[in-house]
């Protein structure tokens, strides 16, 4: 389910290009874009980059390929990351940052040392972490898969392979905008 195939990592390479040439197009850099449904895809993704811009998100994943697709998309949005590679390192990471520190965690299911449904009960058990938004980020879509996330703790889910604008509505969904006063973000 998680490979590291070539041709994803070739379609990812063509996707970050098409969605430089989304964001170039619609801040007025390139006459190029002609597609309505692009403009909507992108008017989401800026709609994250000024209402949520310096949120800080934890990434719980331990496929090298999905954890630079991720870093990329999230980056790209203006977004503090920091990653781990493991439910148990995400732990460590938690209980060393202060209380309120990340705004959301995304978290793979299929890790290493300590799986994700793991991660986030642990993560529960600490008063601290009860209203940290957990999002999944999962192949497995079965009524099952995502009962399975519920009852472990988990808030949300997003399938997996990920896309730019499926981050970005559940980003929006979960973390509150920012201030006016507060926002980094500009167009470049
Ligand atoms: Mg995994």
Redesign the pocket.
């Known amino acids: 389910?998680?490979l590291l195939s070539a041709p994803f990592f070739l379609a990812f390479s063509v996707l970050r290009i098409i969605f430089k040439e989304i964001r170039l197009a619609v801040v007025g850099e390139s006459p190029g874009l002609k597609s309505g449904e692009s403009v909507v895809e992108s008017e989401i993704m800026m709609l994250v980059r000024r209402a949520i811009a310096g949120a800080k998100i934890l990434l719980v994943?331990?496929?090298p390929v999905?954890q630079e697709v991720a870093l990329f998309i999230l980056e790209d949005f203006g977004l503090h990351v920091d990653v781990a590679e493991n439910g148990s390192l995400a732990l460590a990471r938690l209980q060393a940052a202060a209380p309120g520190y990340y705004d959301l965690i995304f978290m793979?299911?299929?890790?290493p040392v300590m799986d994700?449904l793991t991660a986030t009960r642990e993560i529960r058990k600490n008063p601290d972490f009860g209203k940290l938004p957990i999002v999944a980020m999962t192949a497995n879509v079965t009524p099952e898969d995502r009962q399975g996330c519920f009852q472990s703790g988990m808030n949300d889910f997003v399938s997996k392979p990920i896309f730019p604008e499926e981050l970005a509505k559940v980003l929006l969904r979960w973390i509150p905008p920012r201030a006016a006063g507060d926002l980094a973000w500009e167009a470049t």
């Open positions: 389910m998680e994943e331990d496929n999905n793979d299911m299929q890790m994700g």
